[in-house]
């Protein structure tokens, strides 16, 4: 059973930023893909951030240089550093994996940029 539990959000202003991680219970955490996807009211969930076993990182145009996602094995957390934030970035951010095709999401947090 794969289980993915995200925290770290909250409101903040607009510039201003946040941290989130996602603890993931998954025998040898390293091997997997990790991504940060997210939804915002009457939008589609969209891919925000990846990360891939080797470190290698791919970002969506609207967060690249804003938005950071690292990983570290050893606690089996991926994080994502949103720096600069815009209203635009508010949504329920979402952790996701696949394990041998199958997707697993995590229950959300919600991030609110707004003065």
């Known amino acids: 059973q794969v289980q993915l539990v995200e925290s770290g959000g909250g409101l903040v202003q607009p510039g201003g930023s946040l941290r989130l991680s996602c603890a993931a219970s998954?025998?040898?955490?390293?091997?997997?893909?990790m991504d940060w996807y997210r939804q915002a009211p009457g939008k589609q969930r969209e891919l925000v951030a990846a990360?891939?076993?080797?470190?290698?990182?791919n970002y969506a145009d609207s967060v690249k240089g804003r938005f950071t996602i690292s990983r570290d094995n050893a606690k089996n957390t991926v994080y994502l550093q949103m720096i600069s934030l815009k209203p635009e970035d508010t949504a329920v951010y979402y952790c996701?994996?696949?394990?041998?095709?199958?997707?697993?999401w995590g229950q959300g947090t919600q991030v609110t940029v707004s003065s």
């Open positions: 998954i025998s040898i955490f390293s091997i997997y893909r």
């Open positions: 996701n994996t696949q394990v041998y095709g199958v997707n697993y």
């Open positions: 990360i891939t076993s080797s470190g290698s990182t």
